[in-house]
């Protein structure tokens, strides 16, 4: 019989590759830090890639349920000046382009739904992990209770408490803080800004600043507000006051268009700050025995519609792995990292230069001329 895999945070990299697993018959556990799945929220909509988050549902046999799920008509987009200039307008209506959107905690829960009953072991938050030695961990919970396992994988996230048993890489602020808000029933409400969004993605982007926001169900703008700026600026807003957080942040959008800068002001929500973080580059780490790494834990990288793609394309590559070598964990194990490696290192080379690119000098036209060469925004 296959040795059970442990696998540690319920994000979408550990479910599919549970799920993976599942359908080859190979026993699985995730452990997750939250109480519930509906312990926190699951954030907005995420276009899934025909190249690789979309194969990797098709691994997981779970493809027409995804189809299911998909907000049609999201794959809009357009890029705009702080003026509120349109300067790029791309339209691909009817859903059937290369990226289609879907709700995020409708793809997790599609995940969810598709596993055992208790595969899944919520509560369990992870104090701290130990090699036993002949491929085997012990991995410790903040509830007292402990478990051992002959192969053990870390999908816990940029904060992974599995990747110090691998690796002595940590996470590093890049210089650029996000700050998430919301708007609701915004064609009613807040039409101005609703108009400015479109019915898909809006890019408003100047030299070190930025407006992103897209329409989800039901009349919400789900926007991100970009700034580079140092850790201590963010620090020094009390994003408890709400109010005075977002008239903090709309002083320095001083001179745009007062359609975008509605997306911070009459935001229904508190504004909430989301400080970017990266791996170093090429992360990699030598072959130790009976773990391995999933999605964030293995590639933290600059936010570039990316990440949850590859964090479930890691997951199947994993699961079919294990599947093809059901008597050889290392030969899996060796099998994954090295496809995965060069993966995941010429993504996030990608990820960090079209992050920078919305912020420097030329925006927002260079990021227009991006678009314009290599199709639509991912």
Known sequence: MATPVTIIGAGLAGLTLARVLHVHGIPATVHEADASPSARAQGGLLDIHDHNGQGALRAAGLFEEFLGIIHQGAEVSRVLDKNGKVLLDERDDDGTGGRPEVPRAALRQILLDSLPAGTVQWGHKVTGARILGGGRHEVAFADGTSVRTGLLV?????????????????????????????????????????????????????????????????????????????????????????????????????????????????????????????????????????????????????????????????????????????????????????????????????????????????????????????????
């Open 154 to 378: 870390g999908a816990d996230g940029a904060w992974s408490r599995i990747r110090p048993l691998l690796s002595a890489a940590e996470p590093q602020y890049v210089g650029t803080t996000l700050i998430e808000t919301y708007l609701f029933d915004a064609d009613t409400r807040h039409p101005a800004s609703a108009r400015a969004v479109g019915a898909g993605s809006l890019f408003a982007l100047a030299p070190g600043q930025g407006i992103s926001a897209h329409r989800e169900p039901n009349g919400v703008l789900h926007a991100y507000v970009s700034l580079k700026k140092p850790r201590e600026w963010v620090g020094a807003i009390d994003f408890n006051d709400a109010e005075s957080a977002k008239a903090g942040i709309a002083a320095e959008f001083h001179d745009w268009a007062p359609e975008l800068t509605a997306l911070i002001t009459d935001s229904d929500t508190a504004p909430v700050p989301r400080l970017v973080n990266s791996l170093p580059a090429g992360h990699s780490w030598g072959r130790v025995p009976g773990v391995t790494l999933l999605g964030d834990a293995a590639h933290l990288m600059a936010p570039s519609g990316e990440g949850a793609n590859l964090a479930m394309y890691d997951g199947a590559e994993l699961g079919e792995a294990l599947a093809a070598h059901p008597d050889d964990i290392e030969a899996a194990l060796t099998a994954y990292e090295k496809a995965l490696f060069p993966r995941s290192a010429a993504a996030a080379a990608e990820a960090s230069r079209v992050h920078e690119m919305c912020l420097d000098d030329g925006a927002p036209h260079s990021l227009v001329s991006f678009f314009t060469a290599h199709g639509q925004p991912d």
